[in-house]
């Protein structure tokens, strides 16, 4: 026994239980008149519905086939009612007198171990007397037994443990990792540890073993930021990306919901290796907010990665009508992964909204994949964001991702970049891009558009990007460096026609380079322009049109 529980019996002195069978209604009870333990049977009772009115009025006319007792305090002090032990699902209230017209103390149905019941009423003087009436939960009836003793406040009693002072964040006692037992907290009275932790390990604070009420664990970082309060279960942290050793703090609370002041805990403080450490981030990166979302088409992307404080945004077009289906496949038992469909011009990010939001549909389970299925009744195309978000776990996880139903959101697998001039025509010249970014599909057809009528030009690629302007005195900007590939072979210089437009589909096998051709390999980017003929005031000259960049996959 434990110097709380130690003191929770004080003054008890029975040996074994008594049966003192309750009288079935309030007009005589039958009379108690030392703390300890009587036997009953409520299986031969009928209901009263006494209530005592206050607060036990919502509760009291419920208690089914009820018994009554009338105890009268042997003692001035604190006393205790329970119920524990019985064999059924019990209800308890305690009155002040004597009779059918004692009034209500208080009331309750669960609050001891269990479905059994317990009523602490303090501050009374000897000889004052209370009614005490104990029946079932709806239907429940049987054999049970009444427990009064006089009741000690353990944390009045309580004496710290040998890490006080530690009640501050800007004053934690400095220990070691490990195994912590028999600590003592309070509401009045928290405490707080100081750790150090490796670069690349993971801490986790667990306590145990908690005596009397639940405690909440929370990681500060050295400033007494919060760094993870998760309100229940384990507190954990990543030093991934720490250049040192990391000084974290761990408080220890008492639970709102806890059913005592204070407690006794174990706490557990170990670290783990971090299995982010060294995953690569995938070919989509930068796509950690919804301003970089990256555009994404119809297909199966595999092998991405998403991490804590970094989550993935896709940008994904759906026509009216059209129904979407975004599927992600992970492994909940690593971290637990979700997907959400935002309408950016509401809202769009759960790092700001939490797990609520003004989302459109989210996959939200606690199990391995998820899936969103959206249909567009807008009556007008929708651009729209899927954010994958890691909700909880080792702060990362590698997932597969597919979607189907969507438009390619405003120009498909490619990014626009750089400025095109104005041709002849009075307008620049453009450059999309459509298809999969996938490289297995090899599916990626180049289009330029508002060209000169019938002008010559041809598709030039690099992997590098540039901004040249009127190279070689061209009227236009050249948007490549380094090495530049040239789409000049049978068939590929082509003509604008009337439409002025020019179309090619690549084949991502065969890359132009000066020295041969090269082919696509996922994580490769290449950049495209359209070089082509144009016409001025002095005379013949040339223009490019903007550049658009493809991330493959």
Same mark, same amino acid.
């Given at each position: ?131 005490? &009436? ?99 279960? /384990? ?39 971090? /299995?982010?450490?060294?995953? /690569? ?62 309408? /950016? ?183 495209? &322009? ?24």
């Amino acid at each position: 026994m434990n110097k709380f529980t130690a003191t929770l019996f004080a003054s008890v002195c029975f040996a074994g239980s008594a049966f003192a069978q309750g009288t079935d209604d309030c007009v005589a009870p039958t009379p108690l008149t030392a703390f300890g333990t009587v036997a009953f049977d409520t299986t031969v009772a009928t209901t009263s519905g006494f209530d005592g009115g206050g607060t036990c009025a919502t509760g009291s006319t419920t208690i089914n086939q009820d018994l009554f007792w009338v105890f009268t305090a042997p003692a001035t002090g604190d006393i205790q009612f329970d119920t524990d032990g019985s064999s059924y699902d019990t209800k308890l209230s305690v009155h002040m007198g004597t009779d059918c017209s004692a009034t209500c103390v208080d009331y309750d149905d669960d609050g001891g171990a269990g479905l059994q019941s317990l009523i602490q009423v303090l501050g009374v003087t000897q000889g004052t007397q209370f009614v005490v &009436q104990v029946g079932g939960f709806g239907t429940a009836s049987g054999t049970g037994v009444l427990n009064i003793v006089q009741y000690v406040d353990p944390c009045s009693v309580a004496v710290d443990d040998s890490f006080e002072d530690n009640d501050l964040c800007t004053a934690p006692v400095t220990v070691p990792l490990g195994f912590l037992s028999g600590v003592y907290v309070s509401t009045t009275d928290l405490d707080y540890y100081r750790v150090t932790v490796q670069p690349g390990e993971i801490l986790s604070a667990t306590a145990s073993n908690t005596t009397l009420g639940a405690v909440d664990v929370a990681i500060y970082d050295a400033s007494c930021n919060v760094l993870d309060d998760p309100g229940f279960g /384990p507190a954990e942290w990543s030093t991934i990306g720490a250049a040192g050793p990391v000084d974290l703090i761990v408080e220890v609370s008492m639970d709102d919901f806890a059913s005592s002041n204070c407690t006794e805990y174990d706490l557990d403080l170990a670290t783990m290796p971090d /299995p982010c450490v060294g995953l /690569p981030a995938d070919s989509f990166e930068e796509n950690d907010d919804c301003a970089s979302a990256l555009p994404l088409g119809d297909g199966f992307y595999p092998g991405l990665t998403v991490f804590d404080n970094d989550n993935d945004y896709f940008a994904v077009g759906i026509d009216a009508g059209v129904t979407m289906t975004a599927d992600i496949f992970f492994t909940d038992d690593i971290a637990d992964v979700d997907i959400y469909l935002w309408d /950016p011009a509401i809202e769009c990010d759960t790092n700001v909204a939490g797990t609520g939001g003004a989302y459109l549909v989210r996959g939200f389970s606690a199990s391995d994949d998820e899936q969103i299925t959206y249909t567009n009744n807008t009556g007008a195309a929708q651009n729209l964001i899927i954010e994958i978000d890691m909700f909880t776990g080792l702060g990362c996880n590698t997932y597969d991702l597919q979607v189907a139903g969507v438009n390619g959101m405003s120009g498909g697998p490619g990014t626009s970049y750089c400025s095109a001039n104005a041709n002849s025509t009075g307008i620049a010249s453009e450059i999309t891009a459509t298809g999969s970014r996938l490289v297995a599909d090899n599916d990626i057809t180049l289009t330029a558009t508002d060209l000169p009528p019938l002008a010559f030009g041809f598709f030039i690629t690099s992997r590098q990007q540039n901004f040249v302007m009127n190279p070689a005195g061209s009227a236009g900007n050249l948007c490549l460096g380094g090495a530049i590939g040239r789409y000049v072979g049978a068939g590929q210089i082509m003509n604008s026609g009337t439409a002025g437009e020019i179309s090619l589909t690549l084949d991502l096998t065969m890359i132009p380079q000066p020295n041969g051709f090269e082919a696509v390999m996922a994580g490769d980017q290449w950049n495209f &322009q359209l070089w082509h003929r144009d016409s001025s005031p002095a005379g013949p000259t040339s223009n490019f049109t903007n550049g658009v960049s493809i991330d493959f996959i």
